[in-house]
């Protein structure tokens, strides 16, 4: 059975390469985009690589039918993309040329002597289920979710989905050879490079686009990036105080976001700050709590975080319990305290 991954982007393509490995070769990519993305794809350890040239002004979405009909000449068993705007619009075309099902927030696959056994989140993403199909398949890998449940999964070992663990030793010779070192991978080992794969140029016309409107995100940065993220919750007593986060956020150089208070009932914050079930699902390194409780809809989007700090003024709600780091009191009287800490560290930091 083949598999076929879409790469329209950079980020998500070490844990797309990882999952398709599990599934098993031969691996065809097909990415959208630069030949440097390309490049990198190829020495991962791919049997090949197709790629579509994309016009700097074309969206990845007006490529999705001619990448449908490329990909379905193949008819492979397994077609894999992440979970964001260009890979589910890949994906969805090419899931209708198939006639395939598709399956969303997929966190782990394995080949089984059944077919393909797909772990997914559901309702609302409290839970998952584990089910074993046949094929043709289509997946939408979340990739936070993958990378929170790689952290998770101890070296070497089978991860829900009895797939390997991210930096597990695989066998066959043609397993992806930068499993360590895969482009956006974070792990350290690295197995020995192998040869990498042929680039075969495709041209693909694009549908032909016209933009209406060109406007900039509500906020430059993007949170499912964000390497360090501070977040706010009901514990804010007004709108006006939210200069005293953004005060916080930039001394870490952070990112803001928030509960669903904040943005959907009152309205401080756009949508594209929250995160959780509803939301954003976030994996910085630093994930910074103010005044919220911690209910499972909004820690649901943080699982990929690596160190949580709460500041809350409940010793017993759940963010004081379960995050890495608590300080028990007023945000308020802390917030300024973190700041003028951070200020005095950064100035020695500079003095040195
Ligand atoms: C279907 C569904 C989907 C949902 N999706 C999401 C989602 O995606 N994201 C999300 O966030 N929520 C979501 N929710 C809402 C979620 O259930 C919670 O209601 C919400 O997360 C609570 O936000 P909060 O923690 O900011 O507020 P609260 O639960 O009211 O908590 C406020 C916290 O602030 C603390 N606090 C108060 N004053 C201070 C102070 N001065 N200093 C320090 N701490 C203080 C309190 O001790 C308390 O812990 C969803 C709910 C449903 C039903």
């Known amino acids: 059975m083949s598999t076929y991954l879409l790469i329209s982007r950079h980020r998500g393509t070490a844990e797309l390469l990882r999952a398709a490995s599990a599934i098993g070769e031969p691996i065809t990519t097909v990415v959208v985009g630069d030949r440097a993305l390309a490049d990198e794809v190829a020495a991962g350890g791919v049997t090949g690589v197709r790629r579509v040239p994309r016009a700097d002004d074309t969206p990845v979405e007006a490529y999705a039918a001619g990448v449908a009909s490329l990909v379905a000449r193949a008819e492979p068993g397994a077609v894999l993309a992440s979970d964001d705007a260009g890979g589910r619009a890949l994906l969805g075309a090419v ?36 089910r074993t199909f046949a094929g043709p398949i289509a997946l939408a890998l979340d990739v936070s979710r993958r990378r929170a449940s790689e952290r998770a999964t101890p070296r070497g070992a089978p991860d829900a989905a009895g797939a390997l663990g991210s930096d597990a030793p695989r066998s066959g010779a043609s397993q992806p050879g930068r499993v360590g070192g895969a482009p956006d991978g974070n792990d350290a ?16 016309t694009p549908l032909s686009v016209t933009v209406l409107d060109d406007r900039p995100a509500e906020r430059d940065g993007d949170l499912a990036t964000a390497s360090r993220i501070v ?11 939210l200069g005293l986060i953004a005060d ?11 509960s669903q208070p904040l943005s959907d009932w009152l309205g401080w914050l756009p949508s594209d700050r929250l995160v959780g079930v509803t939301g954003r699902h976030v994996a910085p390194d630093l994930y910074v709590v103010l005044g919220i409780s911690g209910q499972p809809q909004h820690t649901e989007g943080t699982r990929g975080a690596s160190t949580v700090v709460a500041v809350n003024s409940d010793p017993d709600c759940p963010y004081v319990r379960e995050a890495d780091y608590a ?21 020695r930091a500079r003095a040195r």
């Open 327 to 347: 300080v028990v009191g007023d945000l308020y009287a802390i917030v300024p305290e973190l700041i003028a800490a951070l200020e005095t560290a950064g100035g």
């Open 95 to 130: 899931a209708a040329a198939l006639v395939a099902p598709v399956l969303a927030e997929v966190t782990a696959v394995a080949r089984t002597a059944h077919g393909i056994s797909v772990t997914r989140a559901v309702a609302g993403g409290i839970a998952t289920e584990t």
């Open 248 to 258: 916080l956020a930039d001394a870490l150089d952070a990112e803001i976001a928030c």
């Open 231 to 241: 977040a706010v919750g009901r514990g804010l007593r007004a709108k006006d105080d």
């Open 189 to 204: 080992a690295a197995t020995t490079p192998e040869p990498a794969a042929t680039v075969e140029e495709v041209a693909v």
